[in-house]
């Protein structure tokens, strides 16, 4: 199985900040790579799939990158709205691994 | 709009079973995978099965092969998952998911039910 090894497991940030989360695969995965995000007690949203491609309706602050084993997610002028968890997942190979989780703190 | 509802949780004793289904509307079922991942109290997130838009492929996570089914049905646009041999770490909230593969090939989770809580304790 594909092992997805996520940093940090927590920071914190303030409001108009900029964050960057790391995502590490076990082996290659190519660009098959999506970030979710994830509030209190809801389900999960996703915001960018295959890498870099920012889901429709998600901010242009957020964007991903990466191929291969590392991966990065970004989050510019963080807004209020923006402080939850964040999951990468990896769409190579089943068992469609998550990452252990960031969670984001003001 | 997209609606994924699933039903079924509650409580089980160990080694018991539960049925979990997942309804859906607002898109053209048959033509998607479907997906379940499960939340523990206070863990992250762990992939557990998905279908293909036919039902003729599926794949586990071995934390749960040989013990669920995952099933689908196209009359009634809706997913199943047969949990069987249930154990205390099943605890989970279940979430169903719909598939989506993007321009370059990639498989994402774009829709995802509001859960529900499986609790396996005696």
């Known amino acids: 199985d594909i092992q997805m090894i996520q940093s940090p497991s927590s920071l914190s940030a303030s409001v108009g900040g900029r964050v960057s989360i790391t995502c590490r695969a076990s082996q290659s995965i190519s660009n098959y790579l999506n970030w979710y995000q994830q509030k209190p007690g809801k389900a999960p949203n996703l915001l960018i799939s295959a890498a870099s491609s920012l889901q429709r309706g998600v901010p242009s602050r957020f964007s991903g990158g990466g191929s291969g084993t590392d991966f990065t997610l970004t989050i510019n002028s963080l807004q209020p709205e923006d402080f939850a968890v964040y999951y990468c997942?990896?769409?190579?190979?089943?068992?469609?691994?998550f990452g252990q989780g960031t969670k984001l703190e003001i | 709009e997209v609606q994924l509802l699933e039903s079924g949780g509650g409580l089980a004793r160990p080694g018991g079973s539960l049925r979990l289904s997942c309804a859906t509307s607002g898109f053209t079922f048959r033509d998607y995978a479907m997906s379940w991942v499960r939340q523990a109290p206070g863990k992250g997130l762990e992939w557990i099965s998905v279908?293909?838009?036919?039902?003729?492929?599926?794949s586990y996570a071995d934390s749960v092969k040989g013990r669920f089914i995952i099933s689908r049905d196209k009359f009634k646009n809706s997913l199943y998952l047969q949990m069987n041999s249930l154990r205390a770490e099943d605890t989970a909230v279940y979430y169903c998911?719909?598939?989506?593969?993007?321009?370059?090939?990639?498989?994402?989770?774009?829709?995802w039910g509001q859960g529900t809580l499986v609790t396996v304790s005696s």
């Open positions: 997942q990896q769409g190579f190979n089943t068992p469609f691994t």
């Open positions: 279908i293909s838009g036919s039902g003729g492929s599926t």
């Open positions: 998911a719909k598939e989506v593969v993007t321009s370059s090939g990639v498989s994402a989770m774009d829709s």
